[in-house]
């Protein structure tokens, strides 16, 4: 049995039978667990073992990379199921169901009508995110790339807060808009390689030969680029990403701020910068000098904010600011930088996510000024959030040090003044992580407090295994930056990863 | 053995924090202290066996332990990696051993405190951090160690979170201290990026060999230094460190006098080969040093606050210790770190069992004639003063101050081919600075335990408070007789111990230099008698018309021009952009857009509902127009009859 097929198809056929499940038996009451939650739970621990399977059996096939599929869908159009799995996907398919499994265990207060269908949503979102880090076929990966957007717009709109609707809308304008225009560089690719060849394909790694104009790789690229900047997000096209993150409900939020942004990641290294090496090369400088812009203005944002969940989003961008700077460096050292920052920020952005909504399940609000300090009532929930506010302002041993430290020397050896600047983003950081740890855990408690249960000692273990995790990335990264290098292309392609200066 | 013994120096605090930390709320106050005190004490121990065993093996290198290789990339090798030499000795033993006694006095000053897991927690983390840093033999291991100092000095700082006021003075704390990280880290990346590795050896090795341009090697050890400057509380950072006295004293002592601040000392000893030969940087070393000292000495001078006085007098020892780095002095430097480490640590809890005593009262001008109800507080803050002052051949301060004043005079700044400068002019601001010291915190020794009862001392010092006064008043006193001068019987084991190879030559010392360090303080010590300390004082305060007096006090001079320059325009902009003008732009053209469809829905509607309802009346009233004809009179329909006949004949008629 292929374990990559299952890997797709497996989570949204259980989202199927817990959305069935969940009709059939609604729950007793509020508290219980129902059938669908044990049908999810299930369905994500099966995962994990065809996963473990994917990761540690080696098959023969006829693939380039460690895992190879291919089924021919639409043989007319060349189109087929091709699937292939290297390092990068691997990890950051492991990222998302550790994220699911904490969204499983911890954030499942808030989706209490209709928790069948959200379940199917949440796992429809896991198999497009999965899908889309293993399509090699690039329609076959455009469709994933639409299929994850559909259900976390369904996410949004309908459970979550105050101003759903508007930032549904908002998200789902700018994703699909973009996506758009990546379908549309897809097709030029594909009928470029047509012209010259006279094969209709949209596989990935026969495309990697298409030889281009400088001006059309370039044109091309950028399409690709537009539709990984809104995701990721670069700073012009940020804009859907905090109104989407603070209205999603918890499970979406971490979701999307910690798998979905790195979709955009994996994109650009993937298609960016070894389908199109030298237009990456020489859009490096604009890529960069983005990348330094998003540093600094996500961060500068991020400290004016007042809303808990709209704060530890402007401090994604300012995260992602450094993948970008990353990816575009133009070395193995920067690539590699990119990716340790994409799992460290995605676990330890998803815990933050996770502490608001569980603050937000409690005192009802998401304004600083009115959440007071916590620690006195709260000290576990309290430790765990100044744990990952420390790990957001990059304190080094943690993971996102690591990330950042790499892109910084990456950075340094092509401009020292792109590195200074992204670095002075650090001290935003501070500011920023500070600020809500002396607003919301160390200080003084509101008067009017009502009394709050502190998290139980389980999901204080769960984000303990998190913080271990992150610590572990931090102080040694070695094993995960092997792991999860992204593998060339085979060698009669272009050039390796990066491909732009020796 | 080493490679055991050396993980476990770190790992014990470690342990113990993470104890304490893990069992809050389930363990008493004593078995928490006990915990605390155990962790830092096996490390003590510990680094006790080790040095002996550095010191009896080869003199060459050190105790080298690489634990595991943190990350291996094309360009840059790191490892998390361990050494135990000469250098790295002298600092262990001062965190180690100064950690123990600060935290035996904290089990008892702390007792009572609700917080007291957290405040140990911290404490012992910070140890180990503290550790770490000292430890490292690779500069990337090291930038934990240095950010993790900081992290948990800001949660000592900011540990009574009840006051906004010490959380703000925590947070500026950590902001300005990571100013300066930020700096240290670019300079890390310069010289990762020309050499490869960040293991310090072969930095300075590939440093030695000309490897880096010299300009690479300036802007490197420019770098550096500001990391160093901001850590150490240094001109143009000094700010921070006044602020930071929010914190618990035990706190004060052990991070912002003891030992954190003086981790930039260290990091410039550790690699003062790189210094070495980036001469303009070293000469801004030394200039910022000597102003610093200087300054510090001012402040503290009109200060009134107990803790406020010391954490000034911190700023400005440190000041010396950079005096004498950039002089490239470094064992002077490494040698005042230590006896500073003593009497700092003394005079802070001295203060802080005087202020707990006092009910709290920290200021100078209300406490007062504490002499008789606390004898034994005041003879150890007479020790911890003198110590300070460093009045000739009785105190530990006095030695290591004259080897920093005897390594200033000799000095000369190579900064251009043909330009030197000498070294003078700096050991006359440091003299003065002696001087000063000795002003200043004999004034505090005369107005807190001389003259007229102020507040009422109440309660008794406890033992366990006691016992790490009179081991750090021992220490204070004693703890220079290991390197004199060679005007006195000459002895050099200090400097001897740090580099065996190349001793400091003080041949041609002149005998009236150790003279005039001698006669500094006693003089200092003469005018604060003369002041403050005569029955009847000739002043109780300096007298406070003068303008400079005023913003020198609060120390608020460089804080409004922080606040103006940094803090306002970044809070403006801030405020500004709160709104994130790119959101705004779009949201503003969606709006627009809709607005703009609105309006043309709008139009459109209005003209169909015009049309239709022009249609409908046009027809409603051409149906109406046959409907007159029908009004039911015979003599109108006769006429219509006729008048049609008529018509109708006139058309057959004429066609």
């Known amino acids: 049995m292929n374990p990559l097929p299952v890997l797709v198809l497996l989570p949204i056929m259980g989202g199927g039978l817990a959305w069935g499940a969940g009709r059939m038996w609604p729950r007793a009451s509020p508290s219980m667990r129902d059938a669908s939650w044990w049908v999810v739970l299930a369905t994500l621990v099966v995962e994990t073992l065809v996963l473990a399977m994917a990761t540690f059996s080696h098959r023969a096939h006829a693939g380039p990379w460690p895992g190879h599929f291919a089924m021919p869908w639409i043989p007319a159009m060349g189109i087929a199921v091709r699937l292939d799995m290297d390092g990068l996907s691997l990890s950051l398919i492991w990222l998302s169901l550790i994220l699911c499994f904490l969204c499983v265990l911890l954030a499942t207060r808030q989706a209490t009508a209709h928790a069948g269908a959200f379940r199917f949503l949440f796992l429809a979102t896991l198999t497009g995110v999965i899908g889309t880090f293993l399509a090699t076929d690039l329609f076959v990966f455009f469709f994933f790339w639409e299929l994850m957007l559909v259900p976390m717009a369904g996410l949004i709109a309908a459970w979550g807060h105050e101003d759903r609707q508007r930032a549904a809308m908002k998200f789902f304008m700018f994703t699909q808009g973009s996506g758009l225009v990546m379908l549309l560089s897809i097709l030029g690719l594909v009928i470029t390689h047509y012209r010259q060849t006279g094969v209709l394909t949209f596989d990935y790694f026969t495309l990697a030969h298409t030889s281009l104009s400088p001006t059309g790789a370039m044109l091309l690229m950028l399409g690709f680029f537009i539709a990984f900047a809104v995701k990721l997000p670069v700073v012009p096209v940020h804009v859907w990403l905090p109104d989407a993150h603070t209205q999603a409900p918890t499970a979406a939020s971490v979701l999307l701020a910690g798998i979905l942004l790195k979709t955009g990641g994996y994109g650009m290294i993937r298609f960016n910068v070894m389908l199109f090496p030298d237009a990456a090369a020489r859009f490096a400088p604009i890529a960069m000098g983005l990348g330094v812009a998003g540093i600094l203005y996500g961060a500068w944002l991020s400290s004016a904010q007042d809303d808990v969940k709209r704060l530890i989003a402007y401090s994604s961008i300012s995260h992602m600011g450094f993948v970008l700077l990353g990816i575009f460096a133009g070395s193995r050292m920067g690539m590699l930088g990119a990716v340790m920052q994409m799992l460290a920020h995605g676990l330890g952005t998803a815990a933050l996510f996770l502490i608001a909504g569980a603050i937000q399940d409690r005192l009802h609000t998401r304004d600083m000024h009115r959440i007071g300090g916590l620690w006195a009532a709260m000290p576990r929930l309290s430790s765990a959030g100044l744990f990952f506010a420390m790990a957001a302002l990059g304190m080094p041993g943690l993971g996102n040090f690591t990330g950042e430290f790499l892109v910084l020397l990456a950075t340094w050896r092509i401009s020292p003044l792109l590195a200074t600047l992204a670095a002075t983003g650090l001290v935003l950081a501070a500011i920023y992580a500070l600020r809500m740890v002396n607003r919301i855990f160390l200080a003084a408690p509101q008067a009017d407090t009502r009394p709050v249960t502190d998290l139980p000692s389980w999901q204080m273990a769960v984000f303990a295994c998190v913080m271990a995790f992150l610590v572990l990335l931090g102080l040694y990264p070695q094993p995960f930056m092997i792991f999860s290098a992204p593998l060339p292309l085979p060698a009669t392609a272009m050039a390796g990863p990066g491909g732009t200066t020796p | ?655």
């Not at chain 2, 900081?150 to 000592?156: E, I, K, P, R, V």
């Not at chain 2, 709006?591 to 309006?599: H, M, V």
């Open chain 2, 1 to 655: 053995m080493a490679e055991i013994l050396l993980p476990l120096l770190v790992l014990c605090p470690l342990a113990a924090s993470l104890v304490v930390f893990i069992s809050a709320g389930r363990m008493g106050a004593r078995a928490i202290g006990t915990v605390a005190c155990a962790g830092v004490g096996i490390s003590a121990v510990l680094s006790i066996i080790l040095s002996v065993m550095l010191l009896s093996g080869p003199v060459a290198g050190g105790l080298q332990v690489t634990l595991w290789p943190w990350m291996r990339v094309a360009g840059l090798s790191a490892d998390i990696a361990f050494t135990l030499d000469r250098i790295s000795m002298v600092m262990v033993l001062v965190v180690t051993i100064v950690g123990l006694l600060i935290h035996v006095y904290a089990a008892g000053y702390m007792r009572d405190d609700p917080g007291i897991a957290r405040f140990f927690g911290c404490m012992t983390l910070f140890v180990a951090a503290m550790l770490v840093l000292v430890l490292a033999s690779d500069l990337l291991c090291l930038f934990i160690g240095w950010e993790g100092v900081g992290l948990c000095s800001y949660l000592l700082i900011g540990f009574w979170y009840d006051d906004p006021a010490n959380t703000s003075a925590a947070r500026k704390a950590f902001y300005m201290t990571r100013m300066g990280d930020v700096a240290l880290l670019c300079g890390l990346l310069l010289l990762a990026c020309a050499t490869g590795s960040l293991r310090i050896g072969s930095v300075l090795a590939s440093v030695a060999d000309g490897r880096l341009p010299a300009s690479g090697v300036n802007v490197a050890a420019a770098f550096i230094l500001v990391g160093a400057l901001a850590k150490s509380a240094q001109i143009p950072f000094q700010a921070w460190l006044p602020d930071a006295m929010a914190g618990p004293t035990p706190t004060s002592a052990l991070i912002h006098a003891a030992t954190m601040v003086t981790a930039g000392v260290y990091l410039i000893a550790r690699v003062h080969d790189l210094f070495a030969m980036a001469a303009p940087v070293m000469a801004l070393t030394a200039v910022l040093g000597a102003l610093t000292l200087l300054m510090g000495a001012c402040t503290a001078l009109v200060q009134s606050d107990l803790k406020r006085i010391l954490a000034w007098s911190t700023i400005s020892q440190l000041g010396y210790m950079f005096l004498a780095l950039g002089c490239g002095v470094w064992q002077a430097a490494l040698f005042h770190l230590m006896t500073h480490a003593f009497f700092k640590a003394l005079l802070f809890l001295t203060a802080g069992a005087v202020i707990m005593r006092a009910g709290h009262e920290q200021d100078i001008f209300r406490l007062g004639g504490l002499r008789r109800a606390m004898p034994g507080l005041t003879a150890a803050f007479v020790a911890g003063a003198s110590a300070l002052a460093g009045l000739p051949l009785v105190t530990a301060g006095f030695y290591s101050k004259e080897m920093i004043l005897s390594g200033v005079w000799h000095v000369h700044f190579g900064l251009a081919r043909e330009w030197t400068l000498s070294g003078h002019p700096l050991w006359g601001i440091a003299l003065l600075g002696a001087f000063l010291t000795a002003l200043y915190i004999f004034r505090c020794v005369f107005i807190v335990f001389c003259g007229k009862a102020g507040t009422r001392a109440a309660g008794r010092t406890s033992r366990l408070m006691g016992i790490p006064l009179v081991c750090l008043s021992v220490l204070s006193l004693f703890g220079g007789v290991i390197e004199m001068p060679d005007t006195l019987p000459s002895l050099h084991l200090f400097s001897a111990l740090l580099d065996p190879g190349t001793p400091l030559s003080h041949a041609d010392e002149p005998v009236w230099l150790v003279l005039a360090g001698a006669l500094a303080p006693l003089a200092g010590l003469g005018v604060a008698w003369v002041l403050w300390g005569r029955p009847s004082p000739v002043m109780r305060e300096i007298p406070g018309q003068a303008g400079v007096i005023r913003p020198a006090r609060t120390g608020r001079g460089m804080d409004v021009l922080y606040d103006r320059v940094f803090v306002q325009p970044f809070r403006l902009l801030a405020w500004l952009t709160r709104l994130d003008i790119p959101g705004h732009a779009i949201t503003g053209t969606g709006r627009l857009t809709r607005a703009a469809s609105a309006g043309i829905l709008g139009v459109r509607a209005g003209l169909l509902d015009m049309l239709a309802m022009r249609a409908t009346g046009t027809a409603r009233w051409a149906g109406h127009l046959p409907g007159l004809f029908q009004n039911g009179r015979v003599r109108w329909y006769a006429a219509w009859i006729a008048g049609g006949l008529c018509a109708g004949l006139a058309m057959a008629v004429l066609s």
